[in-house]
């Protein structure tokens, strides 16, 4: 069983979205999505298979994961935190769960992406409880 934990620390200065563990993209919308970046520790790893289920396949060929921490500089202000989630490795639930903590919240506990969905997730959050939805965003 892996289990590790991960913090997303927002700090002063403009939005942006990142593909983690990948290359930079320009979704089908045109919104740009830049390389990994932000981050201190982890991995990556990524596949080439397709990913069905989604207009964005490119974001979840890829994954960082292991004990991390991401930071963006953000203006002050209120925000919606998407995280997309896939899980390419691990193929039965139990076996990978992480932590997920905002500005130094926990919003996900123990969470377990094939348990929660199989294999891909979105998760948002806006200053109050977290939300499902499907990857197709």
């Given at each position: 069983?892996?289990?590790?934990?991960?913090?997303v620390q927002?700090?002063?200065?403009?939005?942006?979205?990142?593909?983690?563990?990948?290359?930079?993209?320009?979704?089908?919308l045109?919104?740009?999505?830049?390389?990994?970046?932000?981050?201190?520790?982890?991995?990556?790893?990524s596949?080439?298979s397709?990913?069905?289920g989604?207009n964005?396949?490119?974001?979840?060929?890829?994954?960082?994961?292991?004990?991390?921490?991401?930071?963006?500089?953000?203006?002050n202000?209120?925000?919606?935190?998407n995280?997309?989630?896939?899980?390419?490795?691990?193929?039965?639930p139990?076996?990978r769960?992480?932590?997920?903590?905002?500005?130094?919240?926990?919003?996900?506990?123990?969470?377990?992406?094939v348990?929660?969905?199989?294999?891909?997730?979105c998760?948002?959050?806006?200053?109050?409880?977290?939300?499902?939805?499907?990857?197709?965003?």
């Amino acid at each position: 069983v892996t289990s590790s934990y991960s913090t997303v620390q927002l700090v002063s200065s403009g939005a942006t979205r990142v593909n983690a563990g990948g290359a930079a993209y320009t979704d089908p919308l045109g919104r740009v999505w830049k390389a990994d970046n932000g981050f201190i520790g982890g991995s990556t790893y990524s596949v080439t298979s397709a990913i069905s289920g989604t207009n964005t396949p490119v974001l979840y060929q890829s994954e960082h994961y292991g004990p991390l921490t991401y930071q963006f500089a953000v203006l002050n202000g209120s925000y919606t935190v998407n995280l997309k989630f896939a899980e390419l490795y691990v193929t039965t639930p139990g076996n990978r769960t992480f932590n997920v903590l905002i500005n130094g919240q926990t919003v996900l506990a123990n969470f377990d992406v094939v348990a929660a969905a199989g294999a891909g997730l979105c998760r948002g959050w806006s200053g109050g409880p977290s939300e499902y939805r499907r990857c197709g965003l």
